[in-house]
């Protein structure tokens, strides 16, 4: 079947650091990935998205790669700000089915 | 706003009672999932429908149900309440059933708070 593994929480950082938030997947086929994110009080938003191998995402200035070779789709921010705080969820489509990882908050001290 | 919408944002009702949760989606989406957003396990997918066909199931109980209905709006209806069913319950929408041809991102809407006392 098809699951999403990324990494546990919670992550604490200073504003302008860099984050890494790891992410792997099992599932057959070909599936498409995501990262949602959720702010407070809110519902998941798309953050990123990339549909086939070595397809770059980015947005808002996180960037992830597909990298069916080792099964990743790491989420990357070269310089967070303290509006980035929020969970973040890396989730997989396929065979009808929308799986997400059991999600990491990020907290950004000013 | 993502233009999905769900019905009503809190709930609060006793163990043993059965409530409906609403969900319309995105104009022009078909498929809507359904999933359960607790504490202690993160984010767990129940059911998906696409144009009024169920297409997926995941750790939905038996107590649970949904449908979608022509309009394309969607019901879950949760039954026999436990305290353990306290949880965010959130509906999703996308174009296309997330097959291999078409693998569009879902939105999301704000979700429902059930609190079961």
């Known amino acids: 079947g098809n699951s999403v593994t990324q990494m546990e929480g919670p992550v604490t950082l200073s504003e302008e650091a860099f984050l890494t938030i790891n992410c792997t997947y099992t599932?057959?086929?070909?599936?498409?990935l995501f990262w949602y994110v959720q702010y407070p009080g809110e519902g998941l938003q798309l953050l990123l998205k990339a549909t086939k191998a070595d397809d770059k995402g980015s947005n808002k200035g996180f960037e992830a790669t597909y990298r069916k070779e080792t099964t990743s789709f790491h989420l990357e921010k070269g310089s967070v700000q303290v509006s980035d705080s929020a969970v973040y969820f890396c989730a997989l489509l396929n065979d009808y089915k929308l799986s997400f990882g059991a999600g990491t908050t990020v907290t950004v001290r000013a | 706003d993502s233009g999905v919408t769900q019905t009503p944002k809190h709930l609060i009702t006793a163990t043993g009672q059965r409530v409906t949760l609403r969900c319309s989606p995105r104009s022009g989406d078909l498929s809507v999932y359904w999933y359960q957003q607790s504490l202690d396990q993160g984010l767990q997918f129940l059911i998906q429908y696409y144009n009024g066909e169920e297409r997926a199931k995941g750790n939905i109980l038996e107590r649970f149900s949904a449908q979608q209905f022509p309009d394309l709006h969607s019901e879950l209806n949760l039954s026999s309440l436990e305290l353990g069913d306290s949880a965010l319950y959130f509906c999703a929408s996308s174009v296309f059933p997330g097959t291999l041809t078409g693998s569009t991102e879902a939105f999301f809407g704000q979700g429902t708070r059930l609190t079961v006392v």
């Open positions: 599932a057959t086929g070909y599936p498409s």
